[in-house]
């Protein structure tokens, strides 16, 4: 069964083309970071009119290297949130309209919920119970995950999330944007870490990052930052010291079998490596291009929306604060 996927919550314009959930015949991600970068970050407007331009031109060219045409789909999966309301409006306008014209069934997927279902695209089938760190732009939620479709939410982050943390630091120490494969790149460079506090929170699986955010902008303004792949590695390694002890706390507590990251975040290496080190259970993750958004992951999770019989069609609206749990 071959599904298209279709997603535009933010500033990547994706469409792709999967097989019963788990087979990439296409993955077209058209990024528009070179004209939100002058900005230092997405300009809601300017990203839903690259979308109106990029959206068909993407889905032809996913359907093309897929070799396959309409006729040859069961259903169409697209993200209705969360995301930017305009961005979101494309992407769904876009997947409503080829759903009436060619009689295809319409899936309206949670954006989170296809970050995690990334996992299922690679060779390893995850097995439950397990336990998910999404770890993104606009989120960071810890999320016991017991079958498909059954989610219990066991921490989120209390301010910025993990990605809205690593782009923060980068602009504050003139990284640029996207921030975090800048600050990653540029930690590769340091021989020492820059100290800085971590909020642990104590008795609880929340997450806090501004106060981290904080420490270094002060220390920036002291000019304690001029080493900036010290400043960089010193950040990252707060960041993923949190994430990885809170995570592997709660897979002990929960007795999970594994272990899935997912998110932009999860495609930074430090991450990767220092969970798989500490982890008491296997750790997956995506590959760093199926971390970050795309519409192979949108398409996998529709799969399973449309098998549990979960059909929206055109009724579909967006829900640009959609929650997981
Ligand atoms: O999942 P994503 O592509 O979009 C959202 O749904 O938000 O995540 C984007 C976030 C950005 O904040 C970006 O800086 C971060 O993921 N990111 C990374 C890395 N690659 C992307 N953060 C740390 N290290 C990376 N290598
Ligand atoms: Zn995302």
């Known amino acids: 069964m071959l599904l298209l996927g279709i997603e535009t919550s933010c ?31 997405v300009v809601p407007e300017v990203a839903s009119r690259q979308h109106v331009s990029a959206v068909i031109p993407v889905i032809d060219e996913a359907l093309r290297l897929a070799d396959t045409h309409w006729e040859g789909l069961s259903a169409i999966a697209v993200t ?25 069934p319409l899936v309206g997927v949670n954006h989170l919920e296809a970050h995690i279902y990334a996992n299922w695209l690679g060779e390893e089938e995850p097995c439950f119970p397990l336990l998910c760190l999404i770890v993104s732009g606009g989120h960071t939620d810890l999320i016991l995950m017991k079958g498909h479709g059954d989610y219990t939410l066991l921490g989120n982050t209390r301010d910025d999330a993990a990605g809205e943390a690593f782009d923060k630091a980068a602009r504050i120490l003139g990284l640029g944007y996207p921030g975090g494969p800048a600050i990653e790149k540029a930690a590769r460079g340091a021989e020492t870490c820059l100290k800085l506090p971590r ?25 304690e930052t001029g080493n900036i792949p010290k400043a960089a590695a010193g950040f990252q390694e707060a960041v993923v ?38 982890a008491p259970v296997p750790v997956l993750a995506p590959p760093p291009s199926l971390c970050t958004d795309n519409a192979a992951m949108v398409a996998a999770c529709g799969y399973r929306r449309f098998q549990a019989g979960h059909i929206h069609n055109t009724g579909l609206d967006v829900i640009p604060s959609l929650t997981l749990v």
Do not use: C, Y
Request: cysteine-free.
């Open 199 to 223: 909020a642990w929170l104590k008795d609880t699986a929340d997450f806090s990052f501004s106060g981290l955010k904080t420490a270094l902008l002060r220390l920036a303004e002291t000019g």
């Open 241 to 278: 010291e949190v994430l990885v002890k809170k995570t592997v706390d709660a897979a002990t507590t929960h007795k999970v079998k594994q272990i899935l990251l997912s998110g932009g975040v999860a495609a930074n290496s430090f991450l990767r490596q220092q969970m798989a080190a500490s």
């Open 11 to 41: 500033d990547e314009t994706a469409a792709a083309v999967v097989e019963n959930g788990r087979k990439i015949l296409s993955n077209v991600v058209s990024s528009q970071i070179d004209i939100h970068a002058r900005f230092g970050g």
């Open 80 to 104: 209705h949130g969360p995301g930017l309301a305009g961005s979101l409006l494309v992407g769904v306008s876009t997947a409503k309209a080829i759903s009436f014209a060619k009689g295809l």
